[in-house]
Nanobody, 126 residues
Framework: QVQLVESGGGLVQAGGSLRLSCAASGRTFTSYAMGWFRQAPQKDREFVATIRWNGGTTYYGDSVKGRFTISRDNAKNTVYLQMNSLKPEDTAVYYC???????????????????WGQGTQVTVSS
């Protein structure tokens, strides 16, 4: 069992930055990859980013590449999402999730993640 708790969401103006955090507990943090997804109203859950258990490899969704950075601190059992140059279309609920799978394709599918946080709202105003 894994418990995931996101924090750091809020309201920001376009062009601004936010850093999301996701604290994990319950299972050895280094046993799994971590990912971030987001879901806007009336839209499917969208892959944002993922990071290998040791932080050595990352993948990003096309819409956030070059603006967002995923990282993890295994000593703190925490994964982060640094979001820069935010746009109104980045507005969504952001979720972190854990997975036993990692790969360029496998990590993009929500079905490959077994535990999810409750989500944190990010709103970007124009």
């Amino acid at each position: 069992q894994v418990q995931l708790v996101e924090s750091g969401g809020g309201l920001v103006q376009a062009g601004g930055s936010l850093r999301l955090s996701c604290a994990a507990s319950g299972r050895t943090f280094t046993s799994y990859a971590m990912g971030w997804f987001r879901q806007a109203p009336q839209k499917d859950r969208e892959f944002v980013a993922t990071i290998r258990w040791n932080g050595g490899t990352t993948y990003y969704g096309d819409s956030v590449k070059g603006r967002f950075t995923i990282s993890r601190d295994n000593a703190k059992n925490t994964v982060y999402l640094q979001m820069n140059s935010l746009k109104p279309e980045d507005t969504a609920v952001y979720y972190c999730a854990s997975s036993q799978y990692f790969g360029a394709s496998a990590s993009r599918a929500p079905s490959n993640y077994d535990y999810w946080g409750q989500g944190t709202q990010v709103t970007v105003s124009s």
